[in-house]
């Protein structure tokens, strides 16, 4: 008898289900490979034992799968892998990826026992300015009267600082670490890019200016909030204003050139009010300024400082423009009534 009329559909059956000896393994594959005309009626016997059999596939190598596919005109799309078996493999990725941040989450640990994480502040006091560079190289100038915080190494995939104050930012891009300033209920995060922050906690309003870049402004209810309440995205010569008392968080189109400024020494105001103007000379030469109730109420003011323009030069420009008396005393302004220029 030939090797083909000895196929029958239990013999099949058995084989896809790898429960055949030897000698019916060799039988079956000797028909498979030889050269013989297709017999119809074997052929029909694969094909229903095949369909049959839900595991078929997974008991075959690939290349047998493929013999079978072309000796018996298997359909290209039904599929070799049961179900079982992308249980399985699934189950086996969950695995992985749980002892895979299993071992990360265990090596930080251990990374912080042998080299812990330290956090370094550094402070301005009035009539002070500072510059240095982050553990990863990025560039800040901190302003007067303001205080960074930030660990000795970034780890966890994130460049995690906070702020309070104002600061200038040459963040140096790393897609795999987001830069996060955290200023109160406000974050601020980038990839790479340059931009300001004032956010000192004695005013009411807070501002982000990009200078290149993109950036992100979150705002939070609470300062361990996961999900922002608002959101803005800025890009180059735009910025978000946040005013504390009015909850207003608006983005609008600016040169940032201005903001910057003071980083190179110059005091430059923009529509800043007298208690704004206060607070910044305060700040910038270290004195104490008593405003009279009524001085300069309700009056904006603009004007440009060189970098070595004396504090009574720019009281006196006060004088000029808007009227204000002024005196001092050491280190003690004190400003009188004033009117603004139409």
């Known amino acids: 008898m030939e090797q083909k009329d000895s196929i029958s559909e239990e013999l099949i059956a058995r084989f896809l289900r790898n429960e055949v000896n030897e000698q019916e393994r060799t039988a079956v594959l000797a028909y498979l490979q030889s050269s013989a005309p297709d017999d119809v009626v074997a052929q029909t016997i694969f094909e229903k034992s095949w369909e049959r059999e839900e595991d078929a596939a997974e008991n075959l190598s690939p290349l047998l799968y493929e013999r079978l596919q072309s000796r ?8 070799y892998i049961s179900r079982p078996v992308v249980y399985r493999m699934a189950a086996s990725f969950l695995l992985l990826a749980a002892c895979i941040y299993g071992v990360t989450t265990y090596w930080q640990h251990v990374l912080n026992i042998i080299d812990p994480v330290h956090y370094v502040t550094r402070e301005t006091y009035s009539g002070q300015r500072m510059e240095f560079k982050l553990p990863d190289g990025s560039h800040i100038v901190l302003n007067a009267g303001s205080k960074l915080t930030y660990p000795d190494k970034f780890r966890n995939g994130k460049r995690d600082i906070s702020l ?7 963040v140096v891009r790393d897609e795999q670490k987001p830069f996060i300033v955290r200023t109160g209920h406000m974050r601020t995060q980038v990839l ?10 004695n005013e009411h309003t807070m501002r982000v200016s ?7 402004v979150s705002l939070y209810k609470d300062s361990v909030d996961a999900t922002p309440e608002q959101q803005q995205l800025l890009t180059v010569n735009e910025q978000v204003y946040f005013d504390r008392v009015t909850g207003a968080f608006e983005k609008q189109y600016v040169s940032a050139v201005p903001f910057v400024a003071w980083t190179e020494g110059k005091l430059i105001l923009r529509n800043a009010s007298f208690r704004e103007i206060a607070h910044t000379l305060e700040r910038w030469y270290n004195v104490k300024i008593e405003l ?13 400082f060189g970098e070595n323009t004396a504090l009574r ?18 280190n003690s302004v004190k400003l009188y009534e004033g009117k603004c220029n139409p």
């Open 313 to 330: 030069d720019v009281l006196e420009m006060l004088h000029i423009t808007n009227h204000i008396q002024y005196s001092i005393e050491a």
């Open 210 to 216: 990009v200078l290149t870049g993109k950036v992100a």
């Open 72 to 79: 018996l005109d298997i359909p290209t799309q039904k599929t």
């Open 164 to 170: 309070e104050g104002e600061a200038f930012f040459e």
């Open 292 to 304: 009279h109730p009524a001085a300069g109420e309700g009056c904006r003011f603009t004007a440009n």
């Open 192 to 201: 790479g890019t340059s931009f300001n922050i004032q956010a000192y906690p």
